[in-house]
């Protein structure tokens, strides 16, 4: 066997760098170098990815030198400015945020639908889809490839760590501030009374004891970026660029773990029985589904596993051809580092094997 990789995990100080981290201690036998890059904040902090303690460096042309495969895990901005500089330098990027996943030559992959698109990378760069989308994929995408979808329609309930470093601080701050008050559950104006309007960043509206019609920014038509999202990446995912989407993402004061509410139209007929059969067998799908013993998914149970699960699987009363299904996904594993570390697993192979 060649030489093994060398790694970069950049944005190694935030939520999903974390679990990047974590993630690859697991299988550093298949790495060489690991190198931690991120802000000049952070450099020269001390972090451990298992037993090995490693410093991290500033970002700069000279990090990425002698690294094959960097995990991008930055704002928006900083990747749109890094990335290219990084696949120039030679590096394989994966890159988690939104700036380069609807480029028509960078391909989105989500190796349960699209493994292959892997293989065409002409700039060097690969794209990991946004984490609504990513836990959804793996239960859709094995449900098209055998019954053909035509549209679904999408409504999430969203983790406040979707949001970063800033967006779980923010849930424990608000729920730490308000938590002892009588009947702080039930009144509204005390809750924004109590937090403060700074309390509405970054989520729009307080969070704790809250249900918040918004993730992302304001696009055209009412939109949200989230909602845009979830449509166009999941067509380009699973290469049906006229798949009828309908979506309305909403945050929920939860830490981990992103839910959707699932209505799924087929080309053909098929019954609950059948594509809870189907699912149990999908790659990266565990399913957790019988009313007579009261099982179902919630996001507390599916936090920190690596699969996504499914539960609720109910043959549409009214709509023909359709399913309704929850789903739930750790958006910190599937929904990004999980998702992005398979995408290396593939590259690696390719690249050594
Ligand atoms: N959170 C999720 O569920 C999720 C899921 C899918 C995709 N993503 C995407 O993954 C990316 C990272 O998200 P996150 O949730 O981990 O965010 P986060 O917790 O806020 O971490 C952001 C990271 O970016 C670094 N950073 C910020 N500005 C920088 C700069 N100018 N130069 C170099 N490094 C800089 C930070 O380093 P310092 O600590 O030094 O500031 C930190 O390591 C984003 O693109 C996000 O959209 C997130």
Redesign the pocket.
């Known amino acids: 066997m060649s030489k093994k990789l060398n790694l970069a995990i ?8 974390s679990m990047m981290r974590d993630l690859i201690a697991e299988e550093r036998d298949n790495w060489g170098e690991i190198r931690l890059i ?2 000049a ?2 450099a020269g902090k001390q972090l451990n990815v298992g037993d090995e303690t490693i410093e991290v460096q500033a ?1 700069s042309p000279e990090a990425f030198e002698g690294i094959d495969i960097a995990h991008f ?4 901005e ?2 749109a400015e ?1 990335v290219p500089v990084a696949a120039e330098k030679g590096a394989i990027v994966i890159d ?3 700036y380069f996943r609807m480029v028509d030559d960078v391909p989105l992959v989500a190796p349960e639908a699209n493994p292959e698109a892997v293989r065409e990378r002409p700039r060097n760069i690969i794209a ?1 889809a ?2 609504t989308t990513l836990t959804l994929v793996p239960a859709i995408a094995a449900l098209h490839r055998e019954y053909g979808l035509e549209s679904m329609s999408v409504s999430s309930y969203q983790a406040a ?6 967006g779980l601080e923010a849930l424990y701050d608000q729920v730490n501030a308000t938590t002892p008050a009588n009947g702080i559950g039930t009144r509204p104006d005390d809750v924004r009374a109590q937090l403060g309007e700074e309390y509405n960043e970054p989520f729009g509206a307080p969070l704790a004891w809250n249900v918040v019609p918004k993730v992302g920014g304001w696009k055209d038509g009412g939109w949200t970026s989230e909602e845009l999202k979830v449509r166009n990446e999941s067509r380009k995912i699973l290469s049906l660029p006229n798949l009828k989407v309908a979506s309305t993402c909403v945050r929920v004061p939860v830490a981990v773990g992103h839910a959707q509410a699932v209505h799924a139209t087929f080309g053909q007929d098929v019954s609950a029985d059948d594509a809870r059969a189907l699912l149990e067998k999908a790659p990266g799908v565990t399913v957790v589904d019988d009313p007579s013993t009261s099982q179902f998914p919630t996001s507390i149970d599916v936090a920190g596993k690596r699969g996504i699960v499914v539960g609720r699987i109910r043959q549409s009363l009214d709509f023909p051809n359709s399913l309704e299904f929850f789903v739930i996904g750790d ?2 594993l599937k ?2 580092a999980l998702n992005s570390i398979e995408i290396a697993d593939l590259v690696r192979k390719e690249l050594t094997e």
């Open positions: 950049v944005g190694a100080t935030g939520v999903v760098g991120a802000s904040r952070s970002i895990d930055l704002p928006d900083v990747s890094w988690k945020s939104a990991n946004n984490c760590s979707g949001s970063g470093k800033a958006n910190l929904g990004a």
